[in-house]
């Protein structure tokens, strides 16, 4: 036998990995970090300019999960046969070190604090009559008050550009009305305002909204983060969204975490390992290891260890619990369990405007977090008893880079040609002279939409692949419906020729075909009922208690915002707790 | 290809005309005309596909787009030639999609669930097409003028066509999506040809630094494309 043996093991090499693993490190403990894909370095796979080809990039998916070795699958009611997601689209995963930190965006928010305590707050304005039926409306057992130090260093080691309201209770700026207190400001000033973004941030104002800067993870300027990694300024290439960063100017693993982690003697990483179990002793309560399969070699390898952590994205980190047995399963029928409950994701439609033609909106040009963006019917910013729904999105112009051939293939719909010559008029028109407004919002979690195994197919490792149940439900339709209505008059006063408005609608199921996001929440979700979460307000499982497991995966309910600055905050808030208690007395953080 | 910025052609950028009629008119165009010389002296031979196939590959692509007012269409841009060439390539072999059985049909919205990758989807697409034109209109879909050629289109993007084993509509889509990419994606791949895509567009290609026109009022970006070979408009 003679496993190895180290103080923690991480699965996944994305930011909530890399920031555990940076953390554990730190505080003395030797750790191994496992990823299924290949090492990723920006002198090699960011190298200008094969970096920025739009057809090996964000078309063929150069740097995205490879669906033949394992993939989902999903339905959109219980009484359906889930079929296998065969080709990328409605969500884009990573693999590779860096995993989607990669070839993110980069749209960095914190959240909205009355998000993290939605249930309760519901109920303290509207009463609880006012959640439907079905719905698994919780909070999330942490408060914006006790993660706001963890929001504030990640933002330093993402080099996030921002543009603040309120520092330690004194309005400092021009940022978003509606966010909370912040004990810093951002580490580096907003990014300008796209052509696009500033003609929406006047018309938003005179509107009587309150238009803000996007937080972005795309650095306006040069930065040295806590960590002595280096960015270079953003030139606004528009090549974020799908690809990796040539210029060290996006925040990713591999350029804010990993050069300083892999010069740490306690580190080690190891690509093309694919995790297939966390190993339990007999008594199913704690966790001895995990089991890998070296992807090139097909050699199966055990490691021991103390510590579990995982990092393997939201859906994989509850496919890991359930092929492990960590926690018990959730069940529909009778709302019990924990794993694979609340599983959630974003609701997002984007409108377009067209402007004269005399007016180039330059598409092409942008950052992936660049873009203006108002928070009026975000969260709980608004009246809801009249409208009768639970959540909000946040509004915004994000033009982050649009390449043509996503402009080609994307464009027609809403009545136009989509080939031929009127289809090639149009979209040369619609290429040149338009913009999009997104409605980025919420997902509530139903007790019907949920995470288990699939009964008949299977990944190449033979494991059971994950099935998602999944559909939009009548509060979110109707919650898009109206945020989208309130972009009209907004459009109008941007000199739009001609608005295509889009919403979700009624009885519309969620299609596998069309990207969305990879926003993807829910499944493990943290709070603080063992009966209703698999992980206590640590990430800590319920159940086996040197199993943590960081990812969007703890969200209770989809958020208007983008996930990634919650997950790092999490990552950051976790690993404090367990070097400041877990370390020093292993067991579990919070009493079932 | 050698980079061909001449001054007639730069005088034609300030005065705002990438990409318009006048500009494909204009006889200063001359890395257009000398890709079209070029496709005309050695003509691109294809590997995957055979005579007849290529043939209505240049044919199809060409209807979905087609050359007009707006600048050059898919055959002059050489987007048969990069289907061809991507026929190559692990992404035809259907090498990045989850191919593993049992393969059951369902609603739409959930995706594609045939076992056929690119490859397949193209030969056994054509042959059907090729045999459903033979029998309602008594020639290959090349020979076919182009309103007769739209309707047998149209009818493939409407469903209502089987295709032996594959329905019309995939097969519509495959080549809908793959002729885009042929008339937009870096000449690298063998489309594209002169940058005439991006030209139409006004995109500027792998020029991947825009610090000074992230907010130029609304006004038009003034330089050419350029590819990542470095050739330019
Ligand atoms: C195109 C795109 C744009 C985005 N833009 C934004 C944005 O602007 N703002 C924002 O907030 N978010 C954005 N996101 C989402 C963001 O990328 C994710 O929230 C974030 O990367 C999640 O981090 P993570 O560490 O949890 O998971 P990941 O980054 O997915 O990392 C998980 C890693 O685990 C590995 N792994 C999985 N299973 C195993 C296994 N069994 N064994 C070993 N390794 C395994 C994976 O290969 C992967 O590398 C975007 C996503 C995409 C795809
Ligand atoms: S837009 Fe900025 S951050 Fe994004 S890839 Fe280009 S330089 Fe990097």
């Keep these: 036998m003679g496993r190895t043996h180290v103080d923690a093991v991480i699965v996944g090499a994305g930011w909530a990995s890399s920031i555990m693993a940076?953390?554990?490190?730190?505080?003395?403990?030797?750790?191994?970090?496992?990823?299924?894909?290949?090492?990723?370095?920006?002198?090699?796979?960011?190298?200008?300019?094969?970096?920025?080809?739009?057809?090996?990039?964000?078309?063929?998916?150069?740097?995205?999960?490879?669906?033949?070795?394992?993939?989902?699958?999903?339905?959109?009611?219980?009484?359906?046969?889930?079929?296998?997601?065969?080709?990328?689209?409605?969500?884009?995963?990573?693999?590779?070190?860096?995993?989607?930190?990669?070839?993110?965006?980069?749209?960095?928010?914190?959240?909205?604090?009355?998000?993290?305590?939605?249930?309760?707050?519901?109920?303290?304005?509207?009463?609880?009559?006012?959640?439907?039926?079905?719905?698994?409306?919780?909070d999330y057992g942490v408060t914006y008050e006790e993660l706001e130090p963890f929001f504030d260093k990640a933002e330093k080691v993402f080099g996030t550009s921002g543009e603040a309201y309120k520092v330690q209770g004194k309005i400092i700026g021009n940022g978003n009305v509606f966010s909370p207190d912040r004990s810093d400001n951002f580490p580096l000033p907003a990014l300008k305002d796209t052509f696009s973004a500033s003609i929406f941030r006047d018309a938003a104002k005179n509107a009587g909204y309150h238009p803000y800067a996007l937080p972005a993870a795309n650095a306006s300027r040069q930065y040295t983060n806590t960590y002595g990694c280096q960015m270079g300024p953003c030139n606004f290439c528009g090549y974020c969204s799908g690809y990796d960063c040539y210029l060290y100017s996006k925040a990713s693993p591999n350029v804010n975490i990993l050069p300083a982690l892999r010069q740490d003697p306690g580190f080690t990483l190891i690509p093309n390992a694919h995790v297939l179990r966390v190993d339990l002793d007999h008594t199913k309560t704690k966790a001895t290891g995990v089991t890998y399969l070296d992807t090139k070699t097909r050699k199966e390898t055990s490691l021991s260890a103390d510590l579990v952590v995982l990092g393997a994205f939201q859906f994989n980190n509850v496919h890991l619990m359930l092929v492990s047995g960590i926690g018990k399963p959730y069940d529909p029928v009778s709302n019990t369990g924990t794993v694979g409950r609340n599983f959630v994701y974003q609701t997002i439609?984007?409108?377009?405007?067209?402007?004269?033609?005399?007016?180039?909106?330059?598409?092409?040009?942008?950052?992936?977090?660049?873009?203006?963006?108002?928070?009026?019917?975000?969260?709980?910013?608004?009246?809801?008893?009249?409208?009768?729904?639970?959540?909000?999105s946040p509004v915004w112009v994000n033009q982050a880079g649009v390449k043509p051939i996503a402009a080609a293939i994307g464009a027609g719909g809403g009545g136009t040609p989509r080939w031929g010559s009127a289809y090639k008029n149009a979209l040369i028109n619609t290429y040149k002279h338009s913009l999009v407004i997104d409605a980025h919002g919420s997902n509530m979690a139903y007790r019907d939409v949920y995470l288990d195994l699939d009964p008949t197919w299977k990944d190449v490792y033979g494991q059971p692949l994950l099935r998602m149940t999944f559909t939009w439900k009548d509060n979110d339709i109707r919650m898009n419906q109206y945020v989208v209505s309130r972009i009209e008059p907004i459009a109008r006063a941007m000199g739009a020729t001609k608005m295509n408005l889009v919403h979700l609608n009624a009885g519309q199921p969620f299609d596998t075909r069309n990207y969305q996001t990879t926003h993807l929440g829910g499944g493990a979700i943290m709070g603080d009922n063992p009966q209703t979460s698999a992980l206590n307000r640590y990430l800590q499982s319920w159940d086996v208690s040197n199993v943590f497991v960081i990812g969007s995966n703890a969200f209770p309910q989809g958020m208007g915002y983008n996930p990634t600055g919650m997950v790092a905050a999490l990552a950051y808030w976790a690993a404090h707790h367990i070097r400041t208690t877990y370390l020093k007395s292993p067991g579990p953080l919070v009493k079932a | 290809m050698e980079p061909t910025l001449n001054r007639p052609l730069r005088r034609s950028f300030v005065k705002g005309l990438l990409g318009t009629t006048s500009f494909w008119m204009a006889s200063g165009n001359a890395s257009w005309t000398a890709a079209l010389a070029a496709e005309a002296a050695h003509p691109y031979q294809p590997t995957f596909f055979d005579t007849m196939e290529y043939r209505f590959v240049e044919a199809a692509s060409e209807r979905l787009f087609p050359a007009d007012d707006n600048g050059p269409g898919a055959k002059a841009l050489g987007?048969?030639?990069?289907?061809?060439?991507?026929?190559?390539?692990?992404?035809?072999?259907?090498?990045?999609?989850?191919?593993?059985?049992?393969?059951?049909?369902?609603?739409?919205?959930?995706?594609?669930?045939?076992?056929?990758?690119?490859?397949?989807?193209?030969?056994?697409?054509?042959?059907?097409?090729?045999?459903?034109?033979?029998?309602?209109?008594?020639?290959?879909?090349?020979?076919?003028?182009?309103?007769?050629?739209?309707?047998?289109?149209?009818?493939?993007?409407?469903?209502?066509?089987?295709?032996?084993?594959?329905?019309?509509?995939?097969?519509?889509?495959?080549?809908?999506?793959?002729?885009?990419?042929?008339?937009?994606?870096?000449?690298?791949?063998?489309?594209?040809?002169?940058?005439?895509?991006?030209?139409?567009?006004?995109?500027?290609?792998?020029?991947?630094?825009?610090?000074?026109?992230?907010?130029?009022?609304?006004?038009?970006?003034?330089?050419?494309?350029?590819?990542?070979?470095?050739e330019t408009a």
Excluded: C
């Excluded at chain 1, 496992?34 to 920006?42: A, D, K």
């Excluded at chain 1, 993110?104 to 959240?111: I, L, P, Q």
């Excluded at chain 2, 885009?180 to 994606?185: N, P, S």
């Excluded at chain 2, 290609?205 to 590819?227: H, I, R």
């Design chain 2, 79 to 230: 987007a048969a030639e990069f289907i061809d060439r991507q026929m190559q390539t692990p992404y035809a072999r259907g090498e990045n999609w989850y191919m593993s059985g049992p393969f059951q049909q369902g609603p739409a919205n959930l995706g594609y669930q045939l076992p056929f990758a690119p490859r397949d989807l193209y030969r056994k697409g054509i042959a059907g097409v090729e045999h459903y034109t033979r029998q309602h209109y008594g020639k290959g879909f090349a020979d076919l003028p182009a309103v007769q050629q739209d309707e047998i289109l149209t009818a493939l993007e409407g469903g209502s066509v089987q295709l032996g084993e594959v329905p019309g509509r995939v097969f519509f889509e495959q080549l809908r999506t793959n002729t885009l990419e042929g008339t937009f994606a870096d000449p690298l791949y063998g489309g594209n040809r002169g940058l005439g895509g991006w030209i139409m567009l006004g995109f500027p290609g792998a020029k991947a630094d825009f610090m000074d026109w992230v907010n130029q009022e609304g006004a038009p970006y003034p330089l050419a494309p350029v590819s990542i070979a470095g």
């Design chain 1, 349 to 392: 439609t984007s409108s377009r405007v067209w402007l004269p033609s005399s007016t180039y909106t330059n598409q092409f040009v942008g950052a992936g977090g660049a873009g203006v963006a108002i928070d009026d019917f975000n969260s709980m910013n608004f009246d809801h008893g009249p409208l009768g729904f639970v959540g909000g």
């Design chain 1, 22 to 138: 940076k953390e554990l490190t730190e505080a003395g403990l030797s750790v191994i970090m496992l990823e299924r894909g290949p090492e990723r370095t920006t002198p090699v796979e960011g190298a200008y300019p094969e970096s920025i080809d739009e057809l090996r990039g964000a078309v063929r998916k150069r740097l995205f999960q490879n669906l033949s070795q394992s993939t989902v699958t999903i339905r959109n009611t219980m009484d359906q046969t889930a079929l296998p997601y065969r080709q990328l689209a409605a969500f884009l995963p990573g693999e590779g070190v860096g995993g989607a930190g990669l070839h993110w965006s980069g749209v960095h928010f914190r959240v909205a604090p009355e998000d993290l305590r939605l249930r309760s707050s519901v109920i303290e304005r509207y009463g609880a009559k006012f959640i439907p039926e079905g719905m698994n409306l919780q």
